[in-house]
């Protein structure tokens, strides 16, 4: 039997009246959708069966599971809080039922990559309890093993769900996730429009988030080091584009995508890998923005967008040094002497970056280089001589 997932909307959305939580639409990437029909799409995405608890508004509520082909359970009485809506889907699960979340609807931004994070700890973990966390704060959903159901059904009001985790918080396993939306709810109108501002960049990561992952691959203090330098320089030639001609590219996505273009790295065809890791969570334009930071062709009709500026920083950046387009493909032509087949390849894809850094050159007045320079200044001072070593390092 598949996990379920009890998403709770019986409550009475008093701070929002006359709006009711569960039908409010928020602006996702793929186009407008409730905060209930989102949820339900979000656990199907994952194999986990979702089972709506209506109370208040219940036909309304009813009808919008049905809309979803989710499954519906009716709280009686709503009044007595979230405990009773727990309860009420609790009833409704299959007795061979071997695991639910527990999702409150106010909480809709919840990202695939958390629920599928928390499902794997399953696998590995003996714990009762699986509570995510985003830099060490626990947020929503919990996931809670079938066999504490009938515990969870005898608890009064009084000490609910809370009691529970209270209860069993010392056996409970966290699981990190990058993601800070865990941490979102629409609590209030004001509540409600900053998650309206957030729903749009469901696909990609913040600054922030795009870091926390990093942690959570464990990438080495090297690759970190790179990866943020990446980040720097990307977002610097993001700056200068937007000064130049109002280009109106987005600086946090451009650094996002630099702190994660070699988080596969290790892997054969790492940015191939890093594409398929993050399209499986959903991000998918955190996907397209690293899985082509090796080579980029860019017809000329085309614009420049974050994707080839996070290209263009990483071949000036070496280790966490600013280095030049010739400095860096002259190495790889050195390390690839013996193929004639590689240093076509290399210096084909050497033609290309230098065409792109002669089209930023035009477009935002800067020179690439004197960029790097500039941006990575720091990391000269502990740097003697800027040849570079015979063998190039992990991270280049």
């Known amino acids: 039997m598949p996990a379920f997932a009890l998403i ?12 009711f939580k569960p039908l409010l639409e928020l602006p996702f990437p793929g186009g407008p959708a409730t905060a209930l029909a989102r949820l339900c799409a979000l656990y199907r995405s994952e194999g986990v069966e979702p089972l709506v608890v209506g109370g208040h508004r219940f036909e309304e509520t009813r009808a919008a599971a049905q809309a979803c082909e989710a499954r519906f359970a009716l709280n009686p009485k709503p009044e007595q809080g979230m405990l009773s809506s727990v309860k009420a889907g609790l009833c409704a699960l299959p007795e061979d039922c071997t695991a639910f979340f ?27 309890i699986f509570i995510p966390s985003f830099q060490g704060k626990a ?29 069993y918080g010392g056996k409970a396993q966290t699981v990190a996730t990058a993601d800070s939306f865990i941490l979102k709810d629409m609590d ?17 990561l913040a600054p922030q988030e795009a870091a926390a992952l990093l942690e959570l691959l464990d990438v080495p203090p090297k690759g970190m080091a790179h990866a943020r330098a990446v980040a720097a320089l990307a977002s610097a030639f993001t ?14 996505l451009a650094r996002s995508g630099g702190l994660l273009h070699d988080m596969c790295k290790g892997q054969p065809k790492h940015e191939e890998a890093a594409g398929r890791l993050l399209r499986g969570w959903g991000l998918e334009r955190m996907a397209r923005l690293v899985e082509d930071h090796r080579d980029i062709d860019l017809p000329p009709d ?18 966490s040094r600013p280095v030049s387009l010739e400095q860096r493909f002259e190495q790889k032509l050195e390390l690839y002497a013996d193929s004639t087949e590689a240093c076509e390849a290399i210096r084909a894809r050497r033609g290309r970056a230098i065409a792109m850094a002669r089209r930023f050159a035009g477009e935002s007045g800067t020179s690439p280089e004197t960029t790097a320079s500039d941006v990575l200044a720091p990391a000269l001072s502990d740097v003697g001589d800027m040849g570079l070593p015979v063998k190039m390092c992990e991270y280049s």
Do not use: W
Not at 188 to 204: I, K, S
């Open 102 to 128: 527990v999702h409150p609807v106010d909480v809709p931004l919840v990202r695939r990559m958390t629920i599928r994070l928390v499902l794997e700890a399953t696998k590995q973990n003996h714990a009762k």
């Open 239 to 252: 700056d200068a584009l937007n000064e130049a001609k109002n280009a109106g590219l987005d600086r946090r």
């Open 302 to 319: 085309m614009p420049l967008t974050e994707r080839e500026l996070i290209f263009l920083a990483d071949k000036y950046v070496y280790g």
């Open 139 to 167: 947020g929503h959903p919990p996931l809670i093993r079938g066999e504490l159901r009938q515990i969870l059904l005898e608890k009064d009001s009084a000490d609910g769900l809370r009691g529970l985790l209270r209860e």
């Open 188 to 204: 209030n109108a004001e509540a409600y429009r900053t998650l309206c501002g957030l729903a749009p960049t469901l696909d990609c």
């Open 8 to 19: 709770l909307a019986a409550g009475f959305s008093s701070r929002m009246a006359p709006h």
